[in-house]
């Protein structure tokens, strides 16, 4: 098996068949090479959830903007309470003043300022009024007060000319209501690529199973997917479909058959083909390669093929261009049965969760569909014992959090 053996003829993918793969280091180093981090944009704050940050945001003041009572109560100077307690109450003078003289309690409500001059707030419940009147008279203080209880300080949520959110962040849906509240309009965010789907399908079977599949999973990397025309020569629609995309994925007829007219086709069309057949299972009828300034990736037709194609690949593509980080989430899960795999290939394995184990799924044509994530057998490994704990990559991240 060649490490980053170049693309066979046509010919000899026909006579051969896969018997020489390129190996899958060699198909995600030339990935590397290609997916670069495309240029930012600038997009109102509205519309940036789930978009990534090109530039950092610093705060653009400080919130809260002044030392501010967290609750209502009395400002006090915390050293004027020192040694109260419910025995040997001190008095303290009752103010509305906005500075505090030693010896004075001002009544305060939540996220007031406080007067200068005061380090804490007293709750009510904590002082008794002497004369029975709130506004003025003496005040018996029955509890400490500590330096800074119940108070917001300045600048302690978000400091002016500081960083709040790092540039490569993926913003999460609370995040535009966050930037509102500092009065930032808008973000400078990655560029999402946009990926053009061919699905000529399966030899058998629905061909519409895989469209719907890769864009709901390309929305989940960051990409913007668009369905390309499955109408005329498969040449022509290969050139249009890259004459507006970053990344085309053209699923279906990537084998070494008589009808396998992807990797001709490309060709055809002006492109060039670097890698077809990699040792990855089920895939391995994978080619990668180029047309005009976009990448293409030639998946299988078989939807199991496919879906393990673009998870491993595909995928890393989408992300790295966007600037997605990698799934992060993953779960440490035991088998409840073996998986079996052979030395020199990369595999994927289809699970379900179930019970806080994960069942593996034979690779029929629905089993991406049923699947909660899979798992991935090195090509130096020949499988995994039942009960063994394995990572299980998730293709969606909720209800993941409770595992173990």
Request: proline content about 7%.
């Amino acid at each position: 098996m060649a490490d980053g053996a170049a693309a066979r003829s046509d010919e000899d993918v026909r006579l051969f068949g896969f018997a020489t793969r390129a190996t899958f280091a060699a198909a995600l180093s030339w990935i590397g090479d290609r997916a670069k981090l495309l240029a930012p944009e600038t997009i109102p704050v509205c519309c940036a959830a789930h978009r990534v940050l090109a530039a950092p945001i610093l705060g653009p003041i400080d919130r809260p903007d002044a030392d501010r009572a967290a609750r209502d109560g009395y400002a006090v100077r915390a050293a004027d309470t020192e040694a109260a307690d419910s025995y040997t109450p001190l008095l303290l003078r009752v103010t509305d003043g906005s500075a505090s003289q030693l010896g004075d309690a001002t009544i305060i409500a939540s996220g007031a300022a406080m007067p200068a001059g005061t380090d804490a707030v007293l709750p009510f419940e904590m002082a008794v009024h002497q004369n029975g009147a709130q506004q003025d008279g003496a005040l018996a203080v029955t509890a400490q007060a500590a330096p800074g209880a119940w108070v917001r300080r300045r600048g302690s949520e978000i400091q002016a000319g500081r960083e709040v959110l790092a540039a490569g962040r993926r913003l999460r849906t609370g995040d535009p209501a966050f930037l509102a509240a500092l009065g930032v309009p808008e973000v400078d965010v990655v560029r999402r690529p946009t990926v053009a789907v061919v699905t000529i399908g399966p030899k058998s079977g629905d061909a519409d199973l895989l469209g719907p599949t890769l864009l709901a999973r390309i929305g989940r990397d960051g990409g913007c997917g668009t369905r390309a025309s499955i109408r005329g020569e498969l040449q022509a629609m290969l050139a249009d479909a890259a004459a507006g995309a970053d990344l085309v994925i053209m699923a279906g007829r990537s084998g070494c058959g008589a009808d396998d007219d992807a990797a001709p086709a490309l060709r055809a069309a002006g492109g060039t083909l670097a890698l077809h057949g990699i040792a990855l299972q089920p895939g391995e009828s994978t080619g990668l390669g180029q047309l005009g300034r976009a990448m293409v990736l030639l998946l299988p037709g078989d939807p199991p093929s496919c879906l393990a194609a673009y998870e491993m690949l595909a995928a890393r593509a989408i992300r790295r261009s966007g600037g997605v980080a990698e799934p992060d989430l993953v779960p440490m899960v035991p088998l409840d049965r073996k998986i079996v795999s052979a030395i020199g290939v990369v595999e994927l394995v289809f699970v379900r969760l179930r019970d806080r184990r994960a069942t593996p799924l034979a690779a029929d044509s629905l089993a991406p569909l049923h699947a909660d994530g899979y798992v991935v057998v090195p090509e130096t490994s020949e499988g995994f014992a039942a009960g063994s704990l394995v990572p299980v990559y998730p293709f969606d991240t909720a209800g993941w959090t409770t595992l173990p």
